[in-house]
């Protein structure tokens, strides 16, 4: 069975510091990885996406993929109090439905 | 670009009665179409997958009679609740794939059902 797992939290992170969310995934053969974002009483919003390994950058956030470790990781710059959010790691494989994780709830203090 | 709309955005209604949920991919071609459930405080829950022009796929545990879904177009698919009881209040969520970037999968904005 596809597993992902991401730390529940509550993670608080200082405004302005970096915010590092970690996931990791069970099944090897997942080819693509997701990070969404869901504000409380909102839809899930789709921040990045990643399939190589390494890095992959967008303004204040950064995805890292290590596949040998099957490790995905998001990290926000600078973080605003807008940054508040639960944060949803998810993997494809194929052309099968996204397996997400429990999500990440993140508080940035200001 | 990459919008997803649904409709309603809430609904009350009365025990026994049903409900029927639009999901409309506004700018791009969705061949399959997801349907969530999120009770509050918890995980997104997968109830079933959506393919144009063929049957819904539901996931475990999740009744095909109540839940009906209809993938008619390539942008739009609906989800009906049928004789909706109070335990079916819940965060209803669809979301498109982008039919010709299938790694991007778009979310509407929910509809929040409150049976009474």
């Known amino acids: ?68 470790s099957q490790y995905v990781s998001l990290l926000i710059r600078d973080s605003q109090p807008s940054d508040s959010a639960t944060y949803l790691c998810a993997s494809l494989f194929g052309n099968e439905k996204l397996t997400f994780g429990t999500g990440t709830r993140l508080t940035i203090i200001p | 670009g990459a919008v997803v709309s649904q409709h309603p955005s809430r609904v009350i209604c009365k025990s026994g009665t049903s409900v029927k949920i639009e999901c409309r991919s506004l700018d791009f071609q969705a061949t399959t179409m997801f349907w969530y459930r999120q009770f509050p405080k918890q995980s997104l829950m997968l109830m079933a997958t959506s393919n144009e022009g063929s049957k819904a796929t539901y996931e475990q545990g999740v009744e095909k009679d109540k839940f009906l879904i209809n993938h008619a177009s390539l942008t739009l698919s609906t989800l009906t609740v049928t004789s909706a009881h109070p335990e079916d209040s819940s965060f209803y969520i669809c979301s498109a794939r982008h039919t010709g970037r299938s790694y991007e999968q778009y979310f509407g904005p929910g509809t929040r059902l409150t049976v009474t």
């Open chain 1, 1 to 68: 069975q596809k597993e992902v797992e991401q730390n529940s939290g509550p993670l608080s992170v200082p405004e302005g510091a970096i915010a590092s969310l970690n996931c990791t995934y069970s099944d090897r053969g997942s080819q693509s990885f997701f990070w969404y974002r869901q504000y409380s009483g909102k839809s899930p919003e789709l921040i990045m996406f990643i399939y190589s390994n390494g890095d992959k950058e967008d303004g204040r956030f950064t995805a890292q993929l290590n596949k040998a």
